[in-house]
């Protein structure tokens, strides 16, 4: 397997341009299911798990075509196969996404109950009840979900709690329903609403994406989307913590301030600069850095996917931090391993203390997770000497190019095999 090496102590300089959103590419290529036609889907970032969810659609019947750096075109004419495969789905969790277009389109779906990080139990029932209140047939089981509906019917439903994926396969499914549907405390997140003007731009008729409460009124058909996936926040987040911890000064292309706005003001009161400017983001960091209070919270609180990067960032704080994660219950996994590096923290059950003023000393360190890498990567910056890092394909999984936009940037950085 891959590893990366990083040599610390290079202050990072320069522009990184941030890559479309893989949060929000996954749901976008379930939903060309949706309608037959040949879709196009631009700012596509070249992850691994996009390549998991192409692989999906071809097992379906779709045919995609890369058309140049970033662009591709789906052909959704012909599905003729409506189940995800075991195989698939336990390398990536967000397949489940299938499970919505299939049944709306075809009224059958069979998916693999799904896999993924470790970070916590994520469970989907928020999915599966929300397609019984619009009329589908559920059963589970040999570790299958197998839905059923001649059409899915419009139906007012209550999330238990607002989950994103939960959301989206609600939001594709209600397209084609008869009827009204309005899902209540619904996720609010960026990718929500950009999932929801794809299939605006399909002849879907949606209201209130964004908010907690969406309407979505059932048409008889869609026709193919053309769109621009839009810039990873949670990327463009990364590179910014990480200007900040090495004392760097960066400007994150096309990072969109509006999706930041909670990781923006705590970087600000750790004594980052941050300039929103027309081109992007830019954070400037010389002075000491301050201690931080963090509670992760959805969307538009602070965002679960950066409590790993900041958690390293405050390594380096002038004080005690403490970081409450109130999202996933196991995603403290980064912790033993940041300690290996000589990071100073405790935890205890979702909060963890870190005691800043630390030195930081390269070690060889293990990836357990996709955001549990990337503070790695973040730390190491910060260590002297060299630090090795292994099991990176969960850096692959979100990142792109990773250490090549960082040694664009200045830091000593390089992939061995």
């Known amino acids: 397997m891959d590893k990366i090496l990083i040599r610390g102590g290079s202050p990072l300089r320069g522009e990184v341009q941030v890559s479309g959103a893989k949060n929000a590419a996954l749901p976008l290529l379930c939903a060309t299911l949706l309608a037959p036609g040949t879709h196009e889907l631009r700012n596509l970032p070249n992850l691994r798990d996009i390549d998991t969810a192409v692989q999906l659609l071809h097992i379906m019947g779709a045919h995609t075509t890369a058309i140049a750096p970033g662009t591709a075109r789906i052909n959704a004419d012909e599905i003729a196969c409506a189940e995800a495969p075991y195989d698939l789905v336990r390398t990536m969790r967000a397949s489940v996404l299938v499970l919505g277009p299939l049944l709306a389109r075809l009224g059958y779906a069979r998916v693999s109950l799904p896999g993924g990080c470790a970070i916590g139990a994520r469970p989907v029932d928020q999915h599966l009840s929300g397609l019984e209140a619009m009329g589908a047939k559920i059963d589970l089981e ?11 019917q419009g139906a007012r439903i209550y999330l238990d709690i607002p989950t994103v994926g939960g959301t989206e396969n ?169 300690q290996r590096l000589g990071a100073r923290i405790r935890v205890d059950g979702r909060q963890a203390t870190v005691d800043g003023r630390v030195e930081l000393l390269g070690a060889p360190v293990m990836a357990t997770d996709l955001r549990a890498s990337a503070s790695l990567v973040l730390a190491a910056l910060a260590a002297e000497n060299t630090t090795e890092i292994s099991r990176i394909y969960h850096l692959d999984r979100g990142y792109e190019r990773l250490e090549e936009k960082l040694s664009h940037l200045g830091a000593d950085i390089r992939r061995v095999r």
């Not at 040999?142 to 001649?150: C, L, P, Q």
């Not at 209201?207 to 193919?224: F, N």
């Open 170 to 338: 609600l939001l594709m499914a209600a397209t084609l329903a008869q009827g009204r549907t309005i899902i209540e405390n619904a996720a609010r997140e960026p990718e929500i609403i950009d999932l929801a003007k794809a299939l605006q731009n399909m002849g879907a008729q949606i209201e209130g994406a964004g908010s907690d409460a969406i309407t979505i009124h059932g048409v008889e058909k869609l026709r193919p989307m053309n769109h621009a996936v839009m810039p990873d926040r949670i990327e463009a987040g990364t590179f910014m913590v990480a200007a900040a911890i090495s004392r760097g000064d960066v400007l994150v292309r096309d990072a969109e301030a509006e999706h930041l706005e909670a990781v923006i003001s705590k970087l600000r009161q750790s004594g980052a600069e941050v300039h929103c400017v027309p081109e992007g983001i830019r954070v400037r960091c010389e002075g000491p850095l301050q201690p931080l209070r963090i509670k992760t919270s959805p969307h538009p609180g602070f965002p679960t996917d950066m409590q790993a990067q900041f958690m390293a960032l405050l390594t380096q704080a002038e004080g005690t931090s403490i970081i409450s994660e109130n999202v996933f219950e196991n995603r403290f996994m980064h912790v033993s391993e940041l």
């Open 142 to 152: 040999h570790g299958y979900i197998e839905a059923r509906a001649e059409r899915l």
